[in-house]
């Protein structure tokens, strides 16, 4: 069985399959973040969406404008933004807005980027990609800055599905009216693309895994245009995420009382966060033993790089090890990669 950091899809996911979620686990859902977004095609639509309309607002002039982003993203992000403005790093008389990445889900270093953003009049865009329900400072992470992108997928099986918030009365309006101008069949294509590469990353087959690639490539270049969400999507999505917040929360406490005397996770909030993945910090000797261990068990990880200081505009990127902890891996895989690094650590 491999394990990467989402889980596998199955079957019954062509259809639905699942139970819909408890009436408690519902309110409080419905509370913190359903009713705060509206859903889109994807993560990279909601990039397209809050860029087409910062342009058509005029507060973007040209493709010239430029958007500060961090390190260490997807380059198809970067290439998204590239359709209406230049992604930089350091900011110019140009400079428009600011894309705040909450890595992994543990929260960017808000204060400092707010204080920074106001002196240069920036719009903070934050990407929470990586973040469902995590907090920074009793504040819920996607509720602080102008506007806020989801991608739902990168968290569980539910097709291609992503999710946009923004402080400003007429953007639900203007979302709205992008998503029914979707054209016809492009949603299907879509989400035909996501599942076919997500079954072939679980596969030997080598050539299926190029055409897979291939295809899902394809399909990224009109992610910008496909930005109605499914049904099947949002039905995978409704009956999945209670369930992954509340496991991925129990596996990262359990995680951490069983390593707390290694000090892996020292650089990461012990309460308040929901993790994609846990980054845990050790020498680079270690690093690399317990990558090859972990590989040995099947599991899809590697040396990542970690901003502990969370910003930024100022990032100090250290080797972390990746360790999955999504609702797809059983409670005695789990521990099994728990006793492992505790092995080899």
């Known amino acids: 069985m491999i394990i990467r950091e989402v889980e596998n899809p199955k079957l019954k996911d062509l259809v639905g399959g699942y139970k819909y979620l408890s009436q408690e686990g ?3 859902l419905e509370e913190d973040i359903i009713s705060r977004i509206q859903f889109v095609g994807s993560g990279k639509g909601a990039i397209a969406i809050i860029l087409k309309y910062l342009s058509e607002k005029k507060i973007f ?25 230049f992604p ?6 140009r400079t428009k807005a600011i894309l705040v990445y909450h890595q992994y889900g543990f929260p960017q270093d808000m204060d400092k980027i707010l204080e920074f953003a106001a002196d240069k009049k920036l719009i903070v865009i934050e990407d929470c ?5 995590s907090y920074y400072k009793g504040r819920l992470v996607g509720l602080i800055g102008d506007f806020s992108i989801y991608s739902f997928s990168k ?3 539910c097709y291609a599905l992503g999710g946009v918030r923004s402080k400003y ?12 101008r979707t054209p016809f069949g492009i949603t299907l294509l879509k989400d035909m693309a996501k599942f076919i590469y997500e079954k072939s990353s679980y596969s030997n087959n080598a050539v299926l895994k190029k055409y897979a690639n291939l295809f899902l490539g394809m399909s990224y270049s009109f992610y910008g245009e496909a930005l109605k969400p499914s049904r099947l999507a949002l039905r995978l999505f409704y009956s999945k995420i209670f369930h992954e917040i509340e496991i991925r929360r129990q596996r990262y406490h ?24 846990i980054p845990i910090r050790c020498s680079e000797s270690k690093n690399n033993r317990l990558m090859n ?3 040995d068990m099947n599991i899809v990880t590697g040396i990542y790089h970690f901003d502990v200081n969370r910003n930024l505009l100022s990032p100090n990127f250290v080797q972390t090890v990746w360790i999955p902890c999504h609702g797809g891996i059983s409670d005695d895989v789990f521990q099994t990669i728990a006793e492992t690094v505790l092995r080899i650590l």
């Open 293 to 295: 261990s972990l590989k």
């Open 254 to 277: 359990f995680f951490r009382q069983k390593t707390n005397h290694l000090g892996i996770c020292d650089h990461l909030e012990s309460e308040g966060v929901i993790p994609y993945v």
């Open 129 to 133: 990609a990586h973040a469902l329900e």
């Open 169 to 180: 009365d007429d953007f639900p309006d203007f979302v709205d009216n992008l998503i029914a």
């Open 26 to 28: 519902w309110k409080r």
């Open 88 to 93: 930089i790093k350091h900011f110019s008389e």
């Open 155 to 157: 968290w569980f099986f």
């Open 61 to 85: 002039s040209n493709k010239l404008t430029e958007v500060i982003v961090p390190d260490w993203i997807g380059y198809w992000v970067y290439n998204q933004i590239q359709t209406y403005a």
